[in-house]
């Protein structure tokens, strides 16, 4: 490949991250194509010439339909919300462009199907933004587990807690529709579950219950609109190798601002991650005299691929934008059929679609679900 000319659709949080990681790959790995930034897709004209200049895109349009539709772009990357995902990526894969879709894949089961189903079609490479598993910290912890350090792995437990949805005074948008799916599971326990499909065995079947911390929140001309999506979801899970584990996810958590906490225990030692300190993790293990045996620190460094990257020395740390730029190159190498690219892609990213849903089921249902 000579070069990749991207079309990005979206410019809030995650399309300047996407943009970001596009603009850094580059100069990070050194071993990409050149990369252009050919097609800038907004809302309307004004916003995306603003944001066009702003992030370094050739050309822009106040239709995300004219960067599926140009004959030069290659890739195109999708940050929008949710309910947006399935149409987008559809359409663009149609137009034989790579995707990069943002996480969810769509709120409802059929149209991640539809975006499956086009994916093989078209044969066009469609991965999904699961940065977190890029973490060379979160890499460590799956080679561990795969030598057996710490032994089988019989019970896993995962937290996911901020705070953004905590204020009861906030006003009504598009993550309180129904629309935009369940809420805390397809918005935000898909990170977790992005974890668990790389680092321990399938889910099997669930057990959901999920809530509402406030019924209703003030919309335009202060009237109070129904909430209509689930805040907080607590998830039983068993695992196809007959490891248990808990799931609980909460976006109205005060004084959490980005906490995943994984904890994952064998027959031989557990390990402990937590987000919010995300160039870290404890290891316990069982092979040391019992008066040596405790949890130790280990900070991510150059040994710690691809940590060196960007840094030479350890215990610097690395942050969220640089792990979409792991991401980014973990494309370009699947674009470029390399092997092992670390991507969750669609084929792989309808099966969180599935647990997702299958929680959602057994809340409605008040039973377990197995998965199929």
């Not at 911390?213 to 109070?224: H, L, T, V």
């Not at 209509?228 to 068993?238: K, M, Q, S």
Request: glycine share 10%; aromatic share 8%.
């Amino acid at each position: 490949m000579k070069a990749i000319n991207v079309g990005l659709i979206g410019t809030g949080y995650m399309g300047k991250c996407h943009a970001l990681a596009w603009n850094a790959v580059g100069p990070v790995f050194g071993d990409v194509p050149e990369i252009r930034l050919g097609h800038l897709g907004e809302a309307n004209e004004e916003l995306a010439s603003r944001r066009a200049a702003e992030l370094g895109f050739e050309r822009w349009s106040g239709d995300w339909r004219s960067v599926v539709e140009d004959p030069e772009v290659d890739v195109v990357s999708i940050t929008t919300p949710n309910a947006l995902h399935a149409d987008m990526a559809i359409a663009a894969l149609n137009a034989g462009k790579a995707v990069w879709c943002e996480k969810p894949m769509a709120p409802g089961l059929d149209e991640a199907l539809a975006m499956v189903d086009t994916a093989r079609t078209s044969g066009k490479v469609a991965i999904l933004g699961y940065n977190y598993i890029q973490n060379p910290a979160i890499r460590q912890i799956g080679r561990i587990i795969a030598a057996g350090r710490i032994g089988e792995v019989s019970h896993v437990r995962v937290e996911m807690d901020e705070d953004f949805m905590a204020d009861p005074a906030a006003p009504f948008g598009w993550k309180s529709e129904a629309g935009s799916g369940y809420g805390a599971l397809d918005d935000f326990a898909v990170h977790p579950l992005s974890l668990l499909a790389v680092l321990v065995a399938p889910i099997r079947r669930v057990m959901c219950d999920m809530a509402r911390p406030y019924a209703d929140r003030p919309s335009e001309g202060g009237i109070r609109k129904p909430v209509e999506t689930y805040d907080i979801a607590n998830v039983l899970l068993e695992f196809s190798d007959g490891a248990s584990g808990v799931l609980c996810v909460n976006r109205s958590a005060w004084g959490r601002k980005g906490r995943i906490a994984l904890q994952i225990y064998g027959s031989g030692g557990s390990i402990l991650f937590d987000q919010e300190q995300m160039n870290q993790f404890a290891l316990y293990t069982t092979d040391m005299p019992q008066a040596e045996q405790g949890y130790r620190t280990i900070l991510t460094s150059p040994h710690h691929s691809p940590y060196g990257r960007f840094i030479p020395a350890p215990g610097h740390g690395l942050g969220f934008n640089d792990l979409k730029i792991i991401e980014c190159r973990e494309l370009i190498g699947r674009l470029r059929g390399e092997d092992g690219a670390r991507v969750i892609d669609f084929d792989h990213g309808i099966a969180i679609e599935r647990a997702v849903h299958a929680m959602a089921q057994s809340f409605r249902e008040r039973r377990w679900v197995d998965l199929a």
